[in-house]
């Protein structure tokens, strides 16, 4: 059928974002606004194609139907009523996503914060009725496993060092090398927590390289600094001509001068996990034995723990972090406390952390295991109509600020249905089933990485739903 080229399809060949207009005055928005009331429906209907355009902007998708905008702006609506805090299904292979929860827990922690949901013994001495001291439940246990002389945990790690700087160093210069100035995610700035600790900052060396003849210089110019900073670079990577005193030598040399060297560590393993693939992250036990004097890491990064931010070191330090008015300000609640001191002791001699610490379990599980249950699931979704799917090759990562450069080998699987593109697919699983994957050259993959085997039947599930018809 010939036609007049006046207003033709877009250049590019994709489908045009229709106007909020038109799409209010589409029989089925007509019927929303019934229910909901026009104003509402005209807000759902503007969000929902913003958020269109941007995925345009972004690439890789066609504009929506107007039928599917609409029922996106339908959900919209029916979800402004529901919970908004719900579990979801990972399946990014992306094992510490910060955006859905960092660190699933083991279920060991999960019993343990439902034991302490009611009155607990939080900070009481049973045998002699009165009042102790929450900190008692984790000091032992972070000193077990990390080979401090003791431990404390605060609400997350940007509060631990924030509260180290404060209690250790306010009022005077720490001297941090310039390649560990970082900023990671959500808007923490070692320079700006140093300045809110009240603390001074003392840059030293340069962007790719640090020497021990940088420190003596700081040192002379500020001799009354007593506090050294190292931070672990966590989301990004200086490679090349690069160099920084090993740990050991700047620990030395700290402690020659009278200095204390404290170190942010961020992702905080307690296993060493390069065997596995995961490079660059060194152990607490490592920096403690090298002669750090306080280190500092997340309780959700690759501990595998609640939110929370652990320290480890000398006990003169620690009391004087207790001591702080900035620690009863950053304390742990009881559900944290208790799901961290579960975690902790999965830590503990003859358990395998490896495999009873899910995020452990999920980065150092061999392929043939995700291969396993990649196949697993296209059994269970096979003969679904509409629906196909094979098992393909990719990449995880740690995520959380670990090794963000080394992806390791995983298996997904591509999900395809018929007269869905990839990106209203995904929206539909997301919507619908609470399963968020990763979309990739026009494909939906499901990274079976950090899938648990007992959430098959219910991704199953969720595909079925979404699938078309
Ligand atoms: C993640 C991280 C932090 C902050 O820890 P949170 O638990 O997210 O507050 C601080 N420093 C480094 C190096 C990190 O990687």
Not at 34 to 43: C, H, I, L
Not at 212 to 225: I, M, N, V
Not at 325 to 353: E, G, H, I, M, V
Not at 370 to 393: C, F, H, K, N
Request: hydrophobic letters at 45%; aromatic letters at 2%.
């Amino acid at each position: 059928m010939a036609r007049q080229k006046l207003a033709g399809p877009p250049r590019d060949g994709r489908r045009r974002l229709p106007a909020v207009g038109s799409l209010c005055s589409d029989p089925a928005a007509a019927a929303l606004t019934t229910r909901f009331g026009a104003t509402a429906v005209t807000a759902a209907l503007r969000a929902v194609v913003a958020e269109a355009r941007d995925a345009l902007t972004v690439g890789g998708v066609d504009a929506p139907a107007p039928e599917i905008l609409i029922a996106r702006a339908a959900h919209r609506l029916e979800a402004g009523g529901r919970e908004t805090l719900f579990r979801l299904i990972n399946a990014t292979g992306v094992v510490i996503h910060t955006n859905l929860g960092r660190a699933p827990l083991a279920p060991e922690a999960v019993d343990a914060m439902a034991v302490v949901a009611g009155y607990a013994s939080l900070e009481f001495d049973l045998a002699g009725g009165r009042r102790s001291s929450r900190h008692d439940h984790l000091d032992g246990l972070i000193a077990g496993v990390t080979g401090a002389e003791a431990g404390l945990a605060v609400n997350n790690g940007a509060g631990g060092v924030l509260l180290a700087l404060a209690a250790l160093a306010a009022g005077t210069p720490v001297i941090v090398s310039r390649g560990e100035l970082i900023e990671i995610g959500g808007g923490f700035r070692v320079p700006d927590i140093v300045a809110q600790s009240g603390a001074r900052l003392i840059e030293v060396g340069a962007t790719n390289r640090t020497h021990l003849g940088d420190y003596t210089a700081a040192l002379r110019q500020h001799p009354e600094a007593r506090v050294i900073l190292r931070t672990h670079p966590s989301n990004f990577r200086i490679t090349g001509f690069t160099g920084a005193p090993a740990l050991a030598d700047l620990a030395a040399f700290a402690h020659d001068h009278g200095l204390l060297l404290v170190e942010d560590l961020g992702g905080g393993a307690l296993v060493d996990l390069e065997p596995y693939g995961v490079t660059g992250e060194p152990t607490v036990q490592e920096s403690l034995r090298a002669g750090v004097d306080l280190v500092m890491f997340s309780g959700d990064k690759l501990l595998g723990g609640p939110q929370a931010g652990v320290l480890a070191g000398r006990r003169a330090l620690l009391d004087r972090l207790i001591g702080h008015p900035l620690a009863r300000a950053l304390r742990l609640d009881k559900l944290s406390l208790a799901a961290l001191a579960a975690t902790l002791r999965l830590y503990r001699a003859p358990s395998d952390p490896t495999a009873r610490v899910p995020v452990l379990r999920m980065l150092t599980q061999t392929v043939a295991v995700i291969q396993a249950r990649a196949e697993a699931l296209l059994s269970m979704i096979a003969g679904l109509d509409g629906v196909d799917g094979a098992v393909v090759t990719t990449d995880s990562y740690a995520g959380g600020g670990a090794m963000p450069m080394h992806a390791l080998p995983s298996r997904a699987v591509a999900l395809r249905a018929a007269g869905l593109s990839a990106d209203e697919l995904a929206w539909r699983l997301r919507t619908g089933g609470g399963v968020v994957g990763r979309i990739e050259r026009d494909h939906l993959l499901l990274d079976m990485r950090t899938v648990d085997d007992g959430a098959l039947p219910a991704l199953a599930e969720a595909i079925r739903r979404s699938a078309p018809g």
